[in-house]
């Protein structure tokens, strides 16, 4: 039986980065205004982003990324359009082939945004694998490279901590995956591109028959991934 993953409430907790009166403020404030319940703990003052970084880099077990020390590739880069980028706050990191199969690892900050990684995966015709880094240096690093925004400078991380280089991504990111030995570690690591490419087909075919909307169904996905919060 596969270990349940731990609520990021109680990875804090656990840190001693937040009381538990801290997590009810959050979950009370998420529960008014919407998102992510991580989100919350930043925007109400409590953490900050690198302690987030650290919680969800534990929670999920997938290495950070700084992306100061990252000088990303424009022909990695072109792998996925702008708009794709800006919707999920994500950003293609390095690609690596083999046996004839693409593998692309991302940098994001929300890991359960599983739509995020079906869609680069249907894009880019890649497997995905995440690595976790800040919504800052991510939103940063949008605007540096698909906005030509030469005068955008990626943010440092506020403290140091253990980051992961880009020849360092495939090795790190694999080893992770392994220590888990778990199902879903075998899940995390299997590409979910043939699989897509049937979702998508159906997706789209219940949209031309007009039996919802591409609104309701990207609210639906919302709506299911705070409720995994």
Known sequence: MS????????????????????????????????????????????????TLLKALSKQYN????????????????????PDLAKKHHVIPLVEKESDGRKTLFLGMWDLSNMLAISDVEFFTNSAVKPVIATISQIDAAIGLY????????????????????????ERLHDESLIERGTSEAGMASKSLMDRNVEIHAMLELLLKKGIFTKGEFEREVKHLEEKRQ
């Open 3 to 50: 270990e349940v993953k731990k609520r990021i409430g109680e990875i804090l907790l656990e840190e001693g980065a937040i009381s538990e009166e801290n997590l009810e403020q959050a979950i009370k404030h998420k529960a008014r205004v919407g998102g992510k319940l991580a989100e919350k703990f930043i925007e109400l003052g409590f953490i900050n982003e690198v």
């Open 62 to 81: 997938v290495p950070c990324a700084d992306l100061t020390k990252m000088k990303l590739d424009k022909a990695i880069i072109d792998r996925i359009s």
């Open 146 to 169: 698909y906005d030509d925004e030469d005068w955008v400078t990626i943010p440092p991380l506020k403290e140091k901590i253990d980051t992961i280089y880009a020849d360092e991504i």
